[in-house]
Nanobody
């Protein structure tokens, strides 16, 4: 069972990136998936999470209106579209999964984590 986040990189402020979270060894369609980030010297925080069906989502206040989480269960992939990026969005982004089908964004409840992908936003 493994999750993998990809799509990070270096982008100028105001730019966009799309992160992808894929799974190997299991199907994501029964899992809540969350995107979390950790900036240097800061605690990990929940960015956005989506229910197993994709029908419910939530967002951290600072990304509302700029980030969009979605999932394509046929591709076993969850996406995080990040627009209007700001330097304060710079962090390592992780995806995580929980067997709970209903949306939540509690890192301590997530069962599976993948290695992160670095997002750097230059000013």
């Amino acid at each position: 069972v493994q999750l993998q986040a990809s799509g990070g990189g270096l982008v100028q402020a105001g730019g966009s990136l799309r992160l992808s979270c894929t799974a190997s060894g299991f199907s994501l369609d029964s899992y809540v998936i969350g995107w979390f980030r950790q900036a240097p010297g800061k605690e990990r925080e929940g960015v956005s999470c989506i229910s197993s069906s994709g029908g419910s989502t939530n967002y951290e206040d600072s990304v509302k209106g700029r980030f969009t989480i979605s999932r394509d269960n046929s591709k076993n992939t969850v996406y995080l579209q990040m627009d209007s990026l700001k330097p304060e969005d710079t962090a390592v982004y992780y995806c995580a999964a929980d067997v709970e089908p209903n949306v939540h964004c509690f890192a301590t409840l997530m069962l599976y984590w993948g290695p992160g992908t670095l997002v750097t936003v230059s000013s």
